[in-house]
């Protein structure tokens, strides 16, 4: 598969997936089932139909409002829909060369954008979607590495969670409880793809979000929109650390190692 037709594909499922991940974001937190009833408007009742959903196209040409009472729909679906096909597209072409790599990590894309949202939203951390995607991924971790013929990735990516699991686990308890545990639960998946690629970039990954994390605080405080007592949601600056250490997790590790 060409490069070009890899990211048209990427995107479309990334859109697809994350008209998905607009209906996980609703129901999961409220203890809801992401398969029933169909998709309705939450102010009239109206049942969405295919005009309804289809990702981004629906939500621009209905101003992000309800078809029938008007009630806005808020930009959730957009920004879950656009965010997903944005990493999709992102992974796609930093692993081209090999798919089933390209749709492991699309699983992880998935999780870390409708974890943020959520945890954004209700500073939780939802454990059955961690779960989910604890064990999606590492079928699909163990897949591609024994379709490369690399099957020391497997113990890589144990590693990396187990490592993930420790240093959060640490800080949680260190902290006495300035930490969510949802955290801790998420850390074991962050490692768990992060060793598949290198056990040394995990530590790396779980600091590039605690940096994220101390910038905007530090900007809140400033602007005086937050003190030291604010509880702020770390999932997503978790997640941000993540897709940073993906990226250029092994150049940073080389730069301090002086390679």
Known sequence: MSVQLLVVVAAVAGLLIGSF???????????????????????CGLRLGPRDLVPVFSWLVLRGKCRQCKASIGIQPIVLELSTAALFVLFAVEFQD??????????????????????????????????????????????????????????MAALGAAIALALMAAIYYGSKGGMGFGDVILAPLLGMYLG????????????????????VGVAMMAGKRADRRTAV???????????????????????????
């Not at 500073?123 to 591609?144: D, F, K, N, S």
């Not at 997503?236 to 301090?256: E, R």
């Open 21 to 43: 991940l607009t209906v996980v974001a609703e129901r999961v937190p409220e203890g809801g089932s992401v398969a029933a009833p169909p998709s309705r408007c939450g102010s």
């Open 98 to 155: 090999d798919l089933v790599v390209v749709i492991a990590f699309c699983i992880l894309a998935a999780t870390l954008v409708v974890q943020t949202w959520i945890d954004l939203q209700t500073q939780r951390l939802p454990r059955e979607i961690t779960y989910t995607a604890m064990v999606l991924g590492g079928v699909a971790l163990i897949v591609a590495a024994i379709v490369l013929d690399e099957p020391e990735r497997i113990w």
């Open 196 to 215: 598949w690629l290198n056990p040394g970039i995990v530590a790396p990954g779980l600091f590039f979000g605690f940096i994220a994390g101390a910038v």
């Open 233 to 259: 949601p770390f999932g997503p600056f978790l997640a941000l650390g993540t897709v940073a250490a993906v990226f250029i997790g092994q150049p940073f590790v080389d730069a301090v190692l002086g390679r």
